[in-house]
C-alpha cells in the first residue's frame, strides 16, 4: 500500500443532481444517500477523505443559513469525512445568468458566486474545509458565445474579473471548468484566452477534468484547436503529444482537479454544445489510462510531482441511479484514486 497521504481522495456528491430530477430523468439522489454511499468504499483499508459539493437544491442551498450549515458540517464530520471544493450555481435557471450577458445577467453571475464564497467561507470557520476552490463556468452556450466570439471572450473575462474580487474578499479561489458546452471555455486555446485576459492566476484558475480535457485534443466543438492529427487511432505517441502540448498551456493556471475517465464520445444535441460522457473508472471504452494519464496534470514539463492540489476529486455525472447504487462501482473509484496518488502523490 502507498506511503503517500497527499492529495487527499474526495468523492463529488453532484452526481446525484446533474442529469437528475426534471421531466423523464431519473430522480435527485439525496445528499444523505450519496454521503452514505461514499463512506462505505474501501479498499485495502483505505476509504475516501471527503466529499465536493454542489450548492444546489435538494443537497446544499445557495441560500442557506449559518444554522444549516452548521448542520452541513455536522453531517459531513459524522462520516469522518471533510469538504473540499464547491459548485456555484451560476446558470439562468439557478438564479444566475450568463458571464457574457448584458448588465442585469452578469450581476446575477457575481451574486450566485459571493453567495458561493460566503458558504465556502462560512464551512472553512467551521473548520470542515480545510483546502479547495469555487467552481465556475461561463454559463452560456457555444452558440451563443460563436455570435462574437472576441466582445463575448472579453465580456465572460470582465465578468470574472468582479467574481474574483468577490472571492478573494473571502478568501476563497475561483476554477473556470474547462469543458467543451462552455462558451468561451470549449477549447483548450479559447479556455487560455480566457484566463489569460482576466490575468488573477492566484485568484480565477482553471479546474480541470480528465474526461473534458480529453475532448479538448480532439477538438469537439472548436475544430480549429484540435491536436491530435485528423485520422487519430489513439497511437501512443501521438496521444502523448497531445496531451503534453495541451497540459504544458494550461497546468500553470489548473487549481482543481478532478479525476474521470472518457470513452472520447459526447452526448448531446445538434452539432454544438455537447458535452463528455463520463464513465466507469472500469469502462472497457475508456480511452483513459487513468493512473498514468493524471500525471500529464499532477506533474511538470520535467516529470516532477507539482504537489499543487491537496485534494483530488473523482467526477462521474450523468451515472444511472442504479449504477451508483452499486458498492462495487464506488470501490472501483477509489481504487483508481488510489492508485493515482500511489504514481503521483506525495507524504
Avoid at 8 to 13: F, I, P, S, T
Avoid at 166 to 185: F, N, P, Q, T, Y
Avoid at 245 to 265: E, G, S, Y
Avoid at 298 to 317: E, L, Q, S
Amino acid at each position: 500500500m502507498s506511503k503517500n497521504t497527499f492529495p487527499k481522495l474526495h468523492n463529488a456528491m453532484w452526481p446525484g443532481l446533474v442529469g437528475k430530477g426534471s421531466p423523464g430523468a431519473e430522480p435527485c439522489i439525496d445528499l444523505d444517500t450519496m454521503l452514505n454511499l461514499t463512506a462505505a468504499a474501501e479498499v485495502d483499508g483505505v476509504k475516501f477523505d471527503g466529499v465536493d459539493l454542489f450548492l444546489f437544491e435538494p443537497h446544499v442551498s445557495i441560500d442557506a443559513s449559518d444554522d444549516d450549515l452548521k448542520r452541513l458540517a455536522d453531517k459531513v464530520r459524522a462520516k469522518n469525512f471533510v469538504v473540499g471544493s464547491v459548485v456555484a450555481p451560476v446558470w439562468p435557471p439557478t438564479g444566475g445568468g450568463s458571464a457574457m450577458g448584458g448588465a442585469e445577467e452578469r450581476e446575477k453571475f457575481v451574486g450566485q458566486v459571493r453567495k458561493a464564497c460566503r458558504i465556502a467561507q462560512k464551512l472553512r470557520d467551521l473548520e470542515i474545509r480545510p483546502y479547495g476552490v469555487v467552481r465556475i463556468d461561463s454559463a452560456c452556450s457555444v452558440t451563443d458565445w460563436e455570435k462574437d466570439p472576441k466582445g463575448n471572450t472579453k465580456r465572460i473575462a470582465e465578468t470574472f474579473k468582479e467574481a474574483g474580487k468577490v472571492a478573494k474578499a473571502h478568501g476563497e479561489r475561483l476554477a473556470a471548468e474547462g469543458e467543451i458546452c462552455w462558451g468561451g471555455m470549449h477549447s483548450w486555446k479559447y479556455m487560455l484566452q480566457v484566463l489569460e485576459a482576466v490575468g488573477q492566476p492566484k485568484v480565477v484558475g482553471f479546474q480541470a477534468d480528465m474526461a473534458h480535457t480529453l475532448l479538448y485534443t480532439l477538438g469537439y466543438n472548436a475544430s480549429e484547436h484540435r491536436i491530435v492529427p485528423d485520422k487519430f487511432s489513439w497511437e501512443p505517441g501521438k496521444f502523448h503529444a497531445a496531451m503534453v502540448k495541451m497540459t504544458k498551456a494550461l497546468r500553470p493556471w489548473t487549481i482543481d482537479f478532478h479525476v474521470a475517465q472518457n470513452d472520447a464520445t459526447v452526448r448531446g444535441s445538434g452539432s454544438h454544445d455537447k458535452t463528455g460522457r463520463h464513465c466507469l473508472a472500469t469502462d472497457p471504452n475508456g480511452k483513459l489510462n487513468i493512473a498514468r494519464d493524471a500525471g500529464y496534470w499532477m506533474r511538470d514539463d520535467a516529470g516532477k510531482v507539482t504537489k499543487k492540489f491537496k485534494h483530488i476529486c473523482w467526477d462521474g455525472c450523468m451515472f444511472p441511479n442504479d449504477v451508483m447504487g452499486k458498492p462495487e462501482t464506488w470501490n472501483n473509484i477509489l481504487s483508481a484514486m488510489i492508485q493515482v496518488r500511489e504514481n503521483h502523490g506525495w507524504s
